[in-house]
């Protein structure tokens, strides 16, 4: 799952590999602002095949954060 989401942030952000641990604060570590956030519910919305809520989305605070949705989603 890490790998997939770390995959998706790279290319569709280009965030650096290195950077993407489920610690990551994505605002603080990996300088993702609100559009950014945007873009990557959308990527990550058709790479797991979800919908991400746009209150959802406000929660997301780290990596490990989109870890949990994403799982709790494909349940």
Do not use: Y
């Amino acid at each position: 799952m890490l790998e997939q989401i770390k995959k998706v942030l790279v290319d569709a952000l280009n965030i650096d590999e290195e950077t993407v641990t489920p610690q990551a604060n994505l605002k603080d570590d990996l300088g993702i602002d609100s559009l950014a956030a945007v873009e990557l519910a959308l990527e990550l919305e058709t790479e797991f095949d979800i919908r991400i809520e746009d209150e959802e989305l406000a929660k997301l605070e780290t990596v490990q954060d989109i870890i949990d949705i994403i799982e709790e989603k494909q349940k």
